[in-house]
């Protein structure tokens, strides 16, 4: 039998140090288009990059890092959604929310950023890159020249966040039907379920009958840590 | 000799004598084109795929995937749940490994709030989501033989697969959905008894890969429908972020159980990884099968060292996370499951980007059916093996 369970040796831990050469490497090789970097000892890493050097840091994480395996590309909307979490009662006046875009890890200047994942398959960890996208123009370049499996994940960021890709050969609509109007997963798109019908936990706030009415609320749920 | 230029090479050859078959068949034989579709409902397609062809007398000239029949939208829902309300959600993303899908996202809202379950609840939960791998890739194993025309191997699938279901629901209370899992640990502790049950069954289960590999692996027509077919080269693999046995039938020594730390007991005992050469789908088969078989002694040696203690550990009744950025990506039974989860330090997440293994495993379809006989497209989908429920989350 010729295939056989592989002994090789597991290569060495995912170490910080490990980590942080990485970005020194990323680091020479895009100099000050690496915006910002952040390592979480023990956890994971973070770079951003300038939004023309989006490509660019793309193939040099595939070739001088060596991050052959790709693992997915997506984008975030970091506007905080005027909707909350749908659970509004529509009896009371409107509620006061937040409206200032804050960006997570290694921070931003856009209301929209492009996150992608990439791994290193023989030592065994990944990398988080992010990039801004511009709001007069929600275009960023295409990551296909550097990973193939990126034209999937790119059709549905199109779809799904409106943001362009240049140099894709095709961004039809994966799920949803052509023409359909919106962006889905942009924060100020509404989930029409919570418009359509009061979310539930508003309405179960009745006592029970023979409870009075302070206790009701209070029941626990039976799910409590011990 | 290095390992790495044989292996790239042998596939390198193989693919390269296909095409050049490809080539010589086209200049020989000049139709006109007709388009193939692969309706939503055919039973290669384990839910509503639609793939269309364009064929060239019986070659696939053009393929392409259309998916979204199944499209439920969980990224957007997860932002208008609590981070418990999640896992009801992600259950039905891989319906028939749904344990394994509530893990990662618990592990990464764990990792938020820089908590760990207690070693017992990893060791169960461990436990659970090898026997999801195990009810999962035993119905694939046995859906294989009918994409080829055997019905037999099917009736011992559903039949074996049916005990792990009935473990499942034993320690869960659900057979399809479970819903088990908690941040901090588990909701329950183990039924008594189970330790002893999960022992004979996966005894059964291994009698059932036995069975599987003598009745089907043996049998020459799977072998001649299988060997050399949708050869997927090392480097193709990756660029398109094939995971799980897919990636390893093509010679990739890569699985997060073994290779990134987790939370979890599966460094506690000793099992091995099964790579196999070639990258066809005999391989991409061949590997999952060898994964079955290496569960079940996983799950045995799991039960020989449970540890006692307790299975949750402290967290608030309210639970609200800080703040803050993590990825969490696990072996699932179809591949490398992930969730990135943004929290603003809200009782729900700000965003949740859900990585399915399906989803890349199928991105590759155009790729791999360019060049290849109608007959073939069958074999090759149910070997990539998808979850239209991962496909579309």
Not at chain 1, 142 to 167: C, D, K, L, Q, V
Not at chain 2, 366 to 387: E, H, K, M, Q
Request: hydrophobic residues 40%.
């Amino acid at each position: 039998m010729s295939p056989l369970p592989s002994d090789a040796p597991v290569a060495e831990l995912p170490g910080d140090a490990l980590r942080e050469r990485a970005v020194d490497q990323l680091r020479s090789e895009l100099g000050d288009a690496l915006v910002d970097t952040l390592v979480k000892p023990g956890d994971d890493v973070w770079v951003r990059v300038r939004t023309d050097a989006w490509r660019a840091a793309g193939l040099a994480l595939r070739d001088a890092l060596g991050m052959d395996f790709f693992g997915y590309l997506s984008a975030i909307d970091w506007m905080p959604s005027p909707f909350g979490r749908g659970e509004d009662d529509p009896t009371q006046p409107p509620v006061e929310r937040e409206t200032a875009i804050v960006q997570g890890y290694t921070g931003g200047d856009t209301r929209f950023q492009m996150l992608a994942r990439v791994s290193n398959t023989s030592r065994h960890y990944g990398i988080t890159i992010k990039t801004d996208v511009p709001d007069d123009e929600l275009t960023v370049q295409s990551w296909i020249p550097a990973y193939a499996g990126a034209n999937w994940h790119e059709r549905e960021t199109h779809e799904m966040f409106g943001i362009n890709f240049a140099g894709h050969p095709d961004l039809r609509n994966m799920y949803l039907p052509t023409g359909f109007e919106g962006y889905p997963l942009r924060k100020d798109f509404p989930l029409l379920a919570r418009h359509v019908k009061t979310w539930p936990g508003i309405v179960d706030v009745e006592p029970l009958p023979g409870e009075p009415a302070d206790e009701a609320t209070e029941t626990p749920e039976g799910e409590a840590a011990e | 000799m290095s390992d790495e230029t044989v292996l790239g090479d042998r596939q390198k050859l193989a693919y390269i004598a296909s095409q050049a078959a490809d080539a010589r068949l086209n200049v020989e034989l000049e139709t006109e084109g007709m388009t193939l579709n692969f309706c939503p409902q055919h039973p290669a397609t384990h839910g509503t795929l639609r793939i269309v062809c364009r064929l060239d007398g019986e070659q696939v000239v053009w393929a392409e995937p259309s998916a979204g029949y199944m499209h439920r939208g969980y990224e957007k829902l997860t932002e208008v749940r609590t981070y418990p309300q999640v896992t009801t959600l992600v259950n039905r993303i891989d319906w028939l490994g749904s344990f394994a899908n509530e893990v990662p996202f618990i592990l990464a809202s764990e990792k938020l709030m820089g908590i760990e379950a207690p070693p017992r609840a990893q060791h169960i939960r461990t436990i659970l989501f090898e026997l999801s791998r195990i009810a999962n890739v035993g119905l694939f194993l046995g859906d294989l033989g009918v994409q080829m025309g055997a019905v037999t191997p099917v009736f011992m699938a559903f039949r074996d697969r049916e005990y792990v279901l009935n473990l499942i629901e034993g320690a869960t209370g659900g057979r399809f959905h479970p819903n088990f899992d908690r941040i901090g640990g588990l909701k329950e502790d183990l039924p008594k008894g189970w330790i002893d049950e999960t022992r004979g069954v996966m005894r059964k289960l291994r009698k059932f890969c036995d069975e599987m590999e003598t009745l089907l692996f043996g049998n020459e027509i799977f072998q001649a429908r299988t060997r050399g077919i949708g050869v997927i080269p090392k480097d193709i693999a990756l660029q398109y972020g094939l995971s799980g046995a897919n990636l390893r039938a093509s010679g990739v020594d890569y699985d997060l159980r073994r290779d990134h730390r987790l939370p979890m007991a599966w460094d506690k005992v000793d099992w091995k990884v099964w790579t196999h050469p070639d990258g066809d789908s005999f391989a991409r088969c061949w590997v999952r099968l060898m994964e079955t078989r290496e569960s079940t002694l996983i799950v045995e040696r799991l039960l020989d060292t449970i540890p006692s203690g307790p299975i949750m550990a402290k967290v608030p009744r309210i639970i609200k996370v800080p703040a803050g950025e993590a990825w969490v990506s696990t072996e699932n039974p179809l591949g490398e499951m992930g969730y990135y989860v943004i929290s603003k330090g809200d009782l729900g997440p700000f965003r949740v980007k859900i990585r399915s293994a399906s989803f890349n495993n199928i991105s590759i379809v155009p790729w791999v059916l360019r060049g290849v006989l109608v007959p073939d497209i069958i074999t090759i989908l149910a070997s990539l093996y998808f979850i239209l429920g991962d496909i579309d989350r």
